[in-house]
């Protein structure tokens, strides 16, 4: 959309870590985001929806705007939303707080589509957003989340305590600038037999704080 650029370089100039760039999403990213999306993985979550610039390539995709619920937290954003996706579930709400209102029965979510700028957020605030949007996905569902960063930008302890691993799908190396985007799935459940001593190490608390390395695991 020819306005896209003006709305989202005036939503950066008035809150730049909030919204976390100055031009929207490239048709790129969109396409590389949504590229394991098809229209049997529905119900989908969109996190920081912006413009809609990853909505529109959802719907080409073959899904629906009735599966479609968007969390917005900027207002000017929200509504242009709703104007565009009609048929789309619009929320104005934090992402951090997903599991203050319940927004499903049961966890039916096949994906979450992540536009956040984790990078400008604290640890504590990725951990609410990772481990709320997960409390929506079913068995064998992902979140999507891209970046421009070099790594991941769910750091590995949040991903030990969450039980997550990540994979890098691709780069989309024609979006200004080059962009990431890495898919985050549970581990599988393994069954661990102990003896009767157990390791301190097992035990001790994982601590999160903004200084945590950024690593991140590679599914193989």
Not at 15 to 21: L, S
Not at 145 to 151: A, K, L, P, V
Not at 197 to 213: C, F, V, W
Request: aromatic share 8%; with cysteine; charged share 20%.
């Amino acid at each position: 959309m020819p306005n896209d650029f003006l709305s989202f370089f005036l939503a950066w100039m008035s809150a730049p870590r909030q919204v976390g760039a100055i031009a929207p999403s490239s048709a790129a990213l969109a396409d590389l985001i949504t590229r394991e999306i098809s229209a049997s993985t529905g119900p989908i979550l969109e996190l920081g929806p912006g413009t809609g610039a990853f909505t529109y390539k959802l719907l080409k995709r073959g899904v629906r705007q009735e599966d479609l619920t968007l969390v917005e937290y900027g207002s000017d954003f929200m509504k242009l939303l709703q104007m565009r996706f009609p048929g789309a579930r619009v929320l104005w709400m934090d992402a951090a707080r997903l599991t203050t209102h319940r927004l499903y029965e049961g966890a039916p979510v096949g994906a979450v589509i992540s536009g956040l700028p984790l990078l400008n957020m604290s640890m504590r605030k990725v951990v609410s957003i990772v481990s709320g949007a997960f409390s929506y996905i079913r068995p064998g569902g992902a979140f999507y989340q891209f970046t421009y960063g070099m790594s991941c930008p769910v750091p590995r302890p949040v991903l030990d305590r969450l039980g997550l691993r990540a994979r890098l799908v691709d780069r989309a190396m024609l979006n200004v600038p080059p962009a990431a985007v890495y898919r985050l799935t549970r581990r599988p459940r393994v069954k661990v037999v102990t003896g009767s001593h157990s390791s301190p190490e097992a035990s001790r608390p994982i601590k999160l704080n903004d200084q945590t390395s950024r690593l991140c695991t590679i599914a193989a």
